[in-house]
């Protein structure tokens, strides 16, 4: 079946734009996650989804990021005023429920000029 | 916090040799879960193994294996016949119930070579 998705796969943005990144998660899977892969932090987890409640907000760095997940299907990371610390590849994750195996999309590679 | 830790940046093999990864864990929790996952320079995050922290078992996925030794908190993979195909980043990671939700806490990666 169809795996994650993500769009868009690439993305630049100057400093101080708003970005949507977007994660289309495989069909039933109701937990959904969201990481950021960066050079000098490594992974870090961002934020939760358990279907379209996030019971678990606490990697998101700062007020410019939000999420929202609707329909218990597709989710949307948005950051706002992007600096250049923002860039990096942001991964989303989706898995069966809140313990199941976690299945990576192929992420969206974000920079912030 | 929960910790993980690889502490080999980079590894290299013979083609059809065997190699092992390590990583070692740190947590209060019982209940959790850790995992092996394969990052090729296509960014695609893919699942190697997965083993779960009651069972006494050790894991295995046709050539790949671990080695679970939960008192010392440590988790090692071992690829049998290594492959071209499995040169990738390798991320060790563990999952704890405790923390809200079932995030990944992942280690730095090891870089493997295959080397024909």
């Known amino acids: 079946g169809a795996g994650v998705s993500q769009s868009p796969s690439n993305k630049v943005t100057e400093k101080g734009k708003d970005v949507e990144l977007r994660c289309d998660p495989i069909?039933?899977?109701?937990?959904l996650y969201w990481y950021r892969q960066s050079l000098g932090q490594g992974l870090e987890f961002l934020i939760y989804f358990q279907g379209n409640s996030a019971p678990d907000k606490s990697g998101l760095p700062s007020d410019r990021f939000s999420a929202e997940r609707t329909g218990g299907s597709v989710s949307t990371l948005t950051i706002q005023r992007t600096q250049q610390e923002d860039s990096a590849v942001y991964l989303c994750?989706?898995?069966?429920?809140?313990?199941?195996?976690?299945?990576f999309g192929p992420g969206t590679r974000l920079l912030v000029l | 916090a929960q910790t993980v830790t690889q502490s080999q940046p980079e590894m290299s093999v013979q083609e059809a040799e065997t190699v092992t990864l390590s990583c070692t864990y740190d947590?209060?929790?019982?209940?959790?879960?850790l995992f092996w996952y394969k990052q090729p320079p296509s960014r695609q995050m893919i699942l190697v193994i997965r083993q779960e922290a009651y069972k006494q078992q050790n894991a295995t996925e046709n050539r790949f294996s671990v080695n679970f030794q939960k008192a010392a908190k440590s988790f090692s993979l071992k690829i049998s016949d290594s492959q071209l195909g499995d040169a990738a980043m390798y991320f060790c990671a563990a999952a704890y119930s405790g923390a809200g939700s079932y995030q990944l806490t992942f280690g730095k990666g090891t870089k493997l070579s295959v080397i024909p």
């Open positions: 947590t209060s929790e019982s209940d959790y879960y």
């Open positions: 994750a989706s898995s069966l429920d809140s313990w199941g195996t976690q299945y």
């Open positions: 069909s039933g899977h109701t937990a």
